[in-house]
């Protein structure tokens, strides 16, 4: 039968739960369907530890047409990015992604399914910092540039007007450490400690 994308989410996030470095750090968080770049994107799986990464799943049920927009998207946000894709895109797939993403691929071994490996990951050279302050929400924007001294005007500044203040005014690692931080931390997400997935 072919394969949805909730087939091959459960034994992913099985896999991950097993993954150094990510099963020995426990501030480790995964985020599903997770929003990027206002909006325009939302990745399958983030995990974020001490990198945002980001894995996409390609099912039998899913086309590859939205594909090239998503790495546009994507390749703005997140740190690794791995592909995740049934045997049938696999091909096509590897033709349309970058060098720099991982891409691993689902087979189905008697009853269940197996994720292997391909190419691993390797780090995003294409970070637009302006995304990552965009993520932030206008509380978290207005507490980092408090931090930095800059308070005047800007509480009537829109959310893309103080990401563009923060990227002017505080250094792009700084940037990154905070974002990551705030994504681990905020309550109301559905964000998981890696740890808890460990039963798959």
Not at 12 to 21: A, D, R, V
Not at 36 to 56: L, T
Not at 79 to 92: A, E, M
Not at 188 to 199: E, F, K, T
Request: proline share 4%; charged share 30%.
């Amino acid at each position: 039968m072919p394969l949805y994308d909730q087939d091959i989410r459960g034994p992913l996030l099985n896999k991950l739960s097993k993954l150094e470095p990510y099963s020995s750090d426990p501030s480790t968080v995964v985020i599903p369907e997770m929003d990027v770049c206002a909006g325009n994107a939302r990745i399958d799986i983030a995990v974020i530890n001490h990198n945002i990464n980001g894995y996409e799943i390609k099912s039998e049920r899913d086309t590859l047409e939205r594909l090239p927009s998503q790495i546009e998207f994507y390749n703005k946000f997140f740190d690794n990015i791995t592909l995740v894709v049934s045997g049938s895109h696999f091909s096509k797939a590897k033709e349309i992604i970058p060098d720099w993403w991982g891409i691993e691929y689902v087979v189905e071994e008697e009853d269940s399914l197996v994720i292997y490996s391909e190419r691993e990951p390797r780090q995003n050279k294409e970070l637009d910092i302006l995304s990552l302050a965009c993520i932030l929400w206008k509380s978290e924007q207005l507490e980092l540039l408090k931090k930095y001294g800059i308070t005047k005007g800007v509480k009537s500044k829109t959310r893309y007007e103080l990401a563009e203040k923060i990227v002017n005014n505080v250094s792009n690692n700084d940037i990154k450490e905070y974002v990551k931080e705030k994504l681990k931390s905020r309550e109301s997400w559905r964000a998981v400690p890696i740890q808890q997935l460990c039963d798959g």
